[in-house]
């Protein structure tokens, strides 16, 4: 069982930097590939990075590479996501995600495959 707690959200003007962390419970933390999500209002929940279990291995959205950076600290139990030049679009709610995935981290991008959700921290960009 592994429970997933978000930090870190809040309102930024655009161009800024906000940084959101997830700490998590469990002793098996280094076993999970680790994700973030994000979901505005009156969209479909999306993904935006995947960091494999060392840390060695990171796949991002298309849309926010070079802006977006994951990382983990798995002596922390922690996962972070770095978000730079920040823009009024990616206001939503930021979820933590936990898999066990054998496979291509890219696999965590499919909601289905998320064995643990954060409960999520809002992130509001104003223009």
């Known amino acids: 069982q592994v429970q997933l707690v978000e930090s870190g959200g809040g309102l930024v003007q655009a161009g800024g930097s906000l940084r959101l962390s997830c700490a998590a419970s469990g002793r098996t933390f280094s076993y999970y590939v680790m994700g973030w999500f994000r979901q505005a209002p009156g969209k479909e929940r999306e993904f935006v990075a995947a960091?494999?279990?060392?840390?060695?291995?990171?796949y991002y959205a298309d849309s926010l590479k070079g802006r977006f950076t994951i990382s983990r600290d798995n002596a922390k139990n922690t996962v972070y996501l770095q978000m730079d030049s920040l823009k009024p679009e990616d206001t939503a709610v930021y979820y933590c995600?936990?898999?066990?995935?054998?496979?291509?981290?890219?696999?965590?991008?499919?909601?289905?495959?998320?064995?643990?959700w954060g409960q999520g921290t809002q992130v509001t960009v104003s223009s």
């Open positions: 960091i494999s279990w060392s840390g060695g291995n990171t």
């Open positions: 995600a936990a898999a066990r995935i054998m496979g291509p981290i890219a696999t965590l991008k499919r909601v289905e495959m998320i064995d643990y």
